[in-house]
């Protein structure tokens, strides 16, 4: 069994806030997009307003690494491996479990959540004909909030790549 959710593509570029919904379109989770905090920054909250999950760049880092806080502990860091032959490779370090690993075609929206061997979360944009949304389909047991902050930090970073070789490709 799994459970499926709506997410709104792009959204994130253009620093507009959105919600998650089910499959019966009820709001589950709301992302907020910080527009003028210091570090980029997205608020994961639930259907009452309270923060559940935190999204925020690294600092000192390059635009290649996202911390995931709950409670002002960082409980995930999304980070990209610099050489992946074929397929976009992230992996995510969790200081109090097992690492995770996202792959696939993760600009196009068709990718997984790997961990312990198994798949946790699916990725995809052909379950929706709602145009600019992907889904994100999840196995029983997973943590919710934390693989849709998964998703809003690789939808960031992906659009912040696309936007870095779009200007490079203009500049040459």
């Keep these: 069994m799994s459970t499926r959710f709506l997410m709104r593509q792009k959204i994130l570029a253009l620093g ?3 919600w998650v919904k089910d499959l019966e379109d009820h709001n589950v989770f709301y992302v907020d997009n910080k527009l003028f905090a210091l570090r980029k920054t997205y608020l994961i909250l639930d259907e009452h307003n309270h923060e559940v999950l935190k999204v925020q ?7 290649w690494t996202m911390d995931i806080e ?8 999304i980070q990209k491996n610099l050489i992946s ?3 976009d490779r992230w992996t995510i370090v969790v200081p109090d479990g097992e690492n995770l690993s996202a792959q696939g075609d993760l600009f196009d929206h068709e990718y997984t959540i790997q961990g312990s061997g198994k798949q946790l979360a699916h990725i995809s944009k052909q379950w ?4 600019q949304s992907y889904g994100i ?9 934390l693989m849709i902050a998964i998703a809003v930090a690789i939808d960031d970073m992906m659009d912040t790549l696309h936007a870095e ?7 040459h």
């Design 57 to 63: 760049h690294k600092p000192l880092h390059i635009h």
């Design 165 to 171: 070789q779009t200007k490079s490709d203009h500049s």
């Design 70 to 77: 709950q409670d002002g502990k960082v409980i995930a860091s």
């Design 85 to 87: 032959p074929l397929l």
């Design 16 to 18: 507009h806030d959105f």
């Design 137 to 145: 389909e999840m196995a029983d047991g997973v943590n919710v909030p």
């Design 128 to 131: 929706f004909a709602i145009r």
